[in-house]
């Protein structure tokens, strides 16, 4: 299967973790144009500490493979593609203008990793992957035409636009973590501010809302030993920070997680079986204590019973 994978020029969680999907997959098959050089390995950065997301997780980890880059408007017109995906169809408007006309519904397909609910023109005509979906996504489908007390009603987009969320890399996910690992309440990169502020966190806390860490491996190590890792919506509901906190082995504490609309990722989250919700710092304070109370309990009956 050949696949043309149309890049952005910058950093984009979305984009780059379909593009290490798909080539994960369909290896040299999966043709990336322009080349996005940040998602290899030994491919020089300049001060990837100072890049977004300081290169963590999805970035530079692809095999520098042999790939054809060759002809790309010709081959396209060809129909030599099988697939055609615009990674991100925001940043990628000048080749979507370039190429629409050889287009077609039946092998191209838009991802919108953006934070807002707008919907692009394209997605009138081809499948359409949405991150932040959401009622008022319909608003911008329908021309701008539906107002809000019908939109937060009644869900109007077609079957051709879908909801889509981030990902992680498979070789990032971490195996085999045990209740030693876990040497911590919390990491010490803490988005919420009001958490990092609150008494009871903050004197067993050396943290910040931004990184902390300048090596990957540093900031994974946290995680690991932390038993709780701690998120909330900021521009959009679905980050990568909610993957990195899972892949590592520790709890999810997402704040406010239920005015969160199901249609929007991430999908499956229910408090009390794969994560914690909480409303503010006293409230994530209080369910840590009853959730490792109860757990302390469990541990206690064991050992009286066997």
């Known amino acids: 299967m050949k696949i043309l994978f149309l ?13 290490h999907g798909f080539r994960s997959l369909f290896g040299a098959d ?7 050089e940040v998602m290899y390995k030994g491919i020089p950065i300049k001060e990837p500490e100072k890049k977004y997301g300081k290169l963590f997780t999805i970035w530079r980890n692809l095999p520098d493979i042999p790939v054809d880059r060759m002809d790309i408007e010709d081959r396209v017109k060809r129909k030599d593609f099988d697939l055609v995906v615009l990674g991100s169809i925001w940043r990628t408007q000048p080749w979507y203008r370039e190429l629409k006309k050889w287009l077609t519904p039946n092998n191209t397909f838009m991802i919108d990793g ?4 707008r919907i692009h023109p394209s997605a009138r005509k081809f499948m359409y992957f949405k991150r932040e ?7 911008y489908y329908r021309y701008k035409l539906i107002p809000p007390a019908v939109y937060n009603r009644v869900w109007l987009l077609p079957q051709t636009v879908q909801p889509i969320s981030f990902a992680i890399p498979k070789e990032k996910i971490t195996w085999g973590i045990t209740r030693k690992d876990k040497k911590t309440l919390l990491p010490q990169h803490i988005v919420d501010k009001e958490v990092l502020e609150f008494p009871e966190f903050k004197q067993s806390l050396n943290g910040k809302t931004g990184h902390v860490f300048d090596r990957e491996e540093d ?3 946290n995680l690991r030993e932390a038993k709780f890792g701690v998120t ?9 920070r909610h993957y990195e906190i899972a892949a590592n082995g520790s709890v999810m504490c997402f704040r406010d997680l239920e ?4 249609n929007c990722a991430p999908h499956e989250l ?3 079986l794969n994560c914690l919700t909480y409303h503010h710092p006293k409230d994530l304070a209080e369910k840590i204590d009853n959730l490792l109370m109860k757990n302390m309990m469990k541990c206690l009956l064991k050992v009286m019973s066997g």
């Open 232 to 240: 909330i919506k900021r521009a959009g509901w679905d980050c990568l």
């Open 270 to 272: 229910v408090s009390g």
């Open 7 to 19: 890049t952005s020029t910058g950093c984009d969680n979305l984009e780059d973790g379909m593009l």
């Open 114 to 117: 953006e934070d807002t609910a």
């Open 133 to 139: 979906f959401l009622p008022k996504s319909s608003y």
């Open 219 to 221: 900031y994974y190590q």
């Open 30 to 36: 999966v043709v990336d144009f322009p080349k996005k």
């Open 259 to 262: 005015l969160k609309h199901p």
